[in-house]
């Protein structure tokens, strides 16, 4: 177990800085560079730094609370990775309900955002956590629908059983699914363009404002490594997990690079899109995510009811089939529901109450 733990902190230390430098890049920036080769070392530095930063709580936290949020955001990132199989057989606990007990243990995320918010005494950071709280409730639902089509192509809840059923991945049997579970997921990661709970030009730093020092390192490293963590968790769920070439002896390695073309992915859309207005962050989710999981739920059930032969199998064969079926209904679906959210741009007019008329405005 403390080798899983000192993995996820080495693991969010190092994607800091590869985040840090691809998005210098994007930005036309350099990014790190003044600590070791390439700024290889920026994340120590930080960390010596933020060791001899003072620990001030604040006079009207509820300094218990206070103290528990930052082991309460990094404890779900390190429990989701005992379930997840780096290779074979090599999960530190493979249960039969892994899904049902990854959807459990993150959601520990929102208590910990709204103990921050409340027990801080800043109005901010309880702004902050409101907007948490709200946006992991309303994006956990489409997250939940979205894996239960995983779960009924595998016909098992275990991790292990969901990687061994992937002879087609299920990046293309379950296309929908891997987008609302793709968006869901960024969205409950605080991740551009849902980071409205620490938007920096709107509540400074959002429901972690008033932390600072090791506590502060604490929930900069929660937040880095559930970036790995749910990108290890949908390696396992759509993209075949440890499966490649020389799988059994080089699985771990290719569950790496898959993780790390992921991680990658969470960087580029940090990087490109704007934030979102929380009406249309919630909007998202109930007019869009949510009515894409049912879809693509109830196409799936259909699909693995006529498919499922007598032994209650799916071969090959027919998860090809299921991911031309799926192929079109997420195109479909996609172009349909884009077009009915579309938000319609209103024509300039006068403003309200003003003296001129829109000619003498002009």
């Not at 190092?14 to 350099?30: D, K, M, P, Q």
């Not at 609302?180 to 363009?193: D, H, M």
């Not at 079109?328 to 003296?355: D, H, M, N, Q, Y």
Request: proline letters at 5%; glycine letters at 8%; hydrophobic letters at 55%.
């Amino acid at each position: 177990m403390m080798l899983l733990v000192n993995g996820v902190l080495l693991g969010a230390g190092l994607f800091s800085w590869v985040e840090r430098r691809l998005i210098g890049r994007f930005h036309n920036r350099i990014g790190p560079n003044r600590w070791g080769p390439f700024g290889s070392l920026q994340p120590l530095a930080d960390l010596v730094k933020l060791l001899f930063k003072e620990d001030l709580t604040p006079r009207g936290a509820d300094r218990i609370v206070f103290a528990i949020v930052p082991v309460a955001m990094l404890a779900p990132v390190v429990l989701t990775m005992a379930v997840v199989p780096f290779a074979k057989d090599t999960a530190l606990a493979n249960l039969n309900v892994g899904v049902l007990y990854i959807l459990a243990v993150t959601s520990i995320t929102s208590i910990a955002i709204f103990m921050a918010g409340w027990s801080s005494d800043n109005r901010y950071a309880m702004w902050g956590a409101s907007r948490g709280v709200a946006i992991l409730i309303s994006y956990e639902v489409p997250v939940v629908m979205s894996l239960l089509g995983v779960v009924l192509v595998a016909g098992s809840m275990s991790l292990d059983d969901v990687v061994s059923a992937q002879t087609v991945p299920f990046l293309l049997v379950q296309p929908l699914a891997f987008f609302v579970f793709f968006a869901g997921t960024s969205a409950e990661l605080n991740r551009t363009p849902f980071d409205l709970a620490e938007a920096e030009s709107e509540i400074i730093a959002g429901y972690h404002i008033e932390y600072s020092g090791v506590k502060f390192a604490l929930i900069q490293a929660a937040e880095f490594g559930a970036v790995l963590t749910s990108s290890a968790v949908m390696v396992s769920l759509f993209l075949s997990g440890w499966s490649g070439p020389a799988s059994n002896y080089l699985g771990w390695a290719w569950f790496l690079m898959k993780i790390g073309v992921l991680a990658f992915i969470f960087s580029w859309v940090r990087a490109t899109f704007p934030r979102l207005r929380i009406d249309q962050l919630l909007a998202f989710a109930w007019k869009f995510l949510l009515p894409l999981s049912i879809i693509n739920l109830f196409a799936t059930a259909l699909e693995v009811y006529f498919l499922r032969d007598g032994s209650g199998a799916l071969d090959t064969t027919d998860l090809w089939i299921m991911a031309g079926v799926n192929f079109g209904v997420a195109v479909g679906c996609l172009l349909i529901f884009g077009t009915l959210i579309k938000e319609k741009v209103r024509p300039a007019g006068p403003v309200t109450g003003s003296t001129l008329s829109p000619v003498e405005a002009d």
